[in-house]
């Protein structure tokens, strides 16, 4: 059976703002691969390693630090999972700053299949147990700027993996689900891709005051398992059904995995640690690996900030033991 990929989210080159990217963190890195954990997804933005959307030269200088990345993580026998997060003509997060939009623009999809055809023949050493490709980031419709349909969508997954494995027949290719990460993909089961899911339902529990979420409780703080919002109740059995459509996925014979989950830090940390239990019962039900949005910070293990968290020193580390904990089990189920 295969194994299991636990770990987290590492944002060394999430967001391009005018700064370097950050270099990979060893003592972070030394400490999940101590405890077991065997994955590290990496999100980047294309605008730090391409420049005046010329996506078939890009940047030597910054290229190096995702050569860092992968080489660092599988140094210490962990599965690196490398993503394009903001790609060109596209991002969950402000698309409208794109002058192209990816999912209906010849010129941005000839821009993305170039970054992954260099990527693919760069990496063309790494066996598929070490490295795959996390094309992009939770794709959705975003009118009135950047449009998609499913068809839209589709089309430009198909191309871009047929043109991934042109250089590399044997790379493993793993496709984020529809409407930000949260929509399962039958109509790709026969792709040949992983199909990456989010562990962020109910919302109310997970981004609970996030300020970039148009989200309005008021004064109304939800609890888990029970009410999280006026009338409208979450338990397990909730998220299993949740998860229904990606179970139909995988019964045609894809593997699923959950590439972001966790609950931003103004929950209490109580409620969330209830809601990650039942989150990671789930997950183990059916066998499904998932990555923390990130290892330290708002939805990490260390210092993420939650009212009401006890923290435990660890190698010098603030980590949330009882999330911790919650984990390593996962591990070993």
Known sequence: MMTKKIGFNFLWMFSYHGAEPEHANARELDFIAAQGFNFVRIPTDYRFYVKDFECDQPLEEYIAYIDEYIAEVNRRGMHASLNIHRAPGYCINRPDIEKYNLWRDEEAQLGFIALWKFFADRYKSIPSELLSFDLVNEPSNSPPTHPCTRADHEKVIRRTISEIHSVDPSREIV????????????????????????????????????????????????????????????????LREYYRPWREVESTGCRVHIGECGVYNKLPNETALSWFRDFAAVMDENRWGYALWNFKGSFGICEHGRPGTAYTDIGGLKIDKAMLDVMLRSLKA
């Open 175 to 238: 496709i984020d689900g529809f409407d930000g990460g949260g929509t399962a993909l039958p109509e790709l089961a026969d792709c040949g891709a992983i199909h990456s899911g989010r562990g962020y339902a109910p919302f109310q529990i997970t981004h609970y005051k996030a300020e970039w979420v148009k989200m309005n409780l008021g004064d109304f703080v939800p609890t888990y398992p029970g009410e999280v919002a006026p009338g409208q109740k979450w338990d397990i059995d909730s």
